[in-house]
């Protein structure tokens, strides 16, 4: 439980690592053909399974927008809310792993070791995984998400998100690279207006 933001120098950027998987790509491509034994690899962002690997990293990158999330936890769910995105809910009561299923998808979620793992499938046969792990000394959050389309290899983003506390309900904030986060109270917004 509680209030994390986004760690951007130790969090993946989804075009830096796109450009690092389709240089591998060309490096594996090349060793191909200088080595005759070696499967030939398909050209880097071409069409696999339905899904090229630059379409993946663009939707990788949009899941992984977020910059603040708050997590609450009872006996009953995990709650994660996602600034700007659709929260993910999973129980704890019975079995947890029966999916949650309606004409927008499918979501099943569980833990997997120390891992709250959600795995969401849309209609077009995305699939969005989600691991979720916690430091040993509680201060920063893990979020792995690996975005697939059919027999597409996934392409995966690490984001680290680091414990703070948030502000209560009556201020209103904007996170910004420069600045982190700034506050002012919902109050004084309010008179300035009037």
Same mark, same amino acid.
């Given at each position: 439980?509680?209030?994390?933001?986004?760690?951007?120098?130790?969090?993946?950027?989804?075009?830096?690592?796109?450009?690092?998987?389709?240089?591998?790509?060309?490096?594996?491509?090349? %060793? #191909?053909?200088?080595?005759?034994?070696? %499967?030939?690899?398909?050209? &880097?962002?071409?069409?696999?399974?339905?899904?090229?690997?630059?379409?993946?990293?663009?939707?990788?990158?949009?899941?992984?927008?977020?910059?603040?999330?708050?997590?609450?936890?009872?006996?009953?769910?995990?709650?994660?809310?996602?600034?700007?995105?659709?929260?993910?809910?999973?129980?704890?009561? !019975?079995?947890?792993?029966? &999916?949650?299923?309606?004409?927008?998808?499918?979501?099943?979620? #569980?833990?997997? #070791?120390?891992?709250?793992?959600? =795995?969401? =499938?849309?209609?077009?046969?995305?699939?969005?995984?989600?691991?979720?792990?916690?430091?040993?000394?509680?201060?920063?959050?893990?979020?792995?998400?690996?975005?697939?389309?059919?027999?597409? +290899? &996934?392409?995966?983003?690490?984001?680290?998100?680091?414990?703070?506390?948030? &502000?209560?309900?009556?201020?209103?904030?904007?996170?910004?690279?420069?600045? !982190?986060?700034?506050?002012?109270?919902?109050?004084?917004?309010?008179?300035? %207006? +009037?």
């Amino acid at each position: 439980s509680g209030a994390w933001e986004k760690d951007f120098s130790r969090s993946d950027s989804w075009d830096k690592e796109l450009n690092r998987q389709l240089e591998q790509m060309r490096r594996d491509a090349q %060793r #191909g053909r200088s080595d005759p034994g070696l %499967r030939t690899l398909p050209p &880097p962002g071409s069409v696999r399974g339905g899904a090229s690997i630059v379409d993946l990293a663009q939707l990788a990158g949009y899941v992984n927008r977020q910059t603040i999330m708050r997590i609450y936890q009872t006996t009953d769910e995990i709650k994660i809310e996602k600034e700007g995105d659709a929260d993910l809910i999973c129980s704890t009561v !019975g079995d947890a792993s029966t &999916p949650f299923v309606s004409e927008f998808g499918g979501e099943v979620c #569980g833990w997997d #070791g120390l891992q709250l793992v959600f =795995r969401i =499938r849309l209609p077009e046969g995305v699939e969005i995984l989600h691991r979720f792990s916690v430091s040993d000394d509680r201060e920063w959050l893990n979020m792995a998400t690996s975005v697939s389309n059919g027999g597409a +290899d &996934p392409f995966t983003l690490i984001q680290f998100f680091r414990r703070y506390e948030a &502000p209560g309900e009556n201020f209103s904030c904007i996170t910004t690279i420069t600045r !982190g986060n700034s506050c002012s109270l919902l109050e004084a917004q309010q008179n300035g %207006r +009037d």
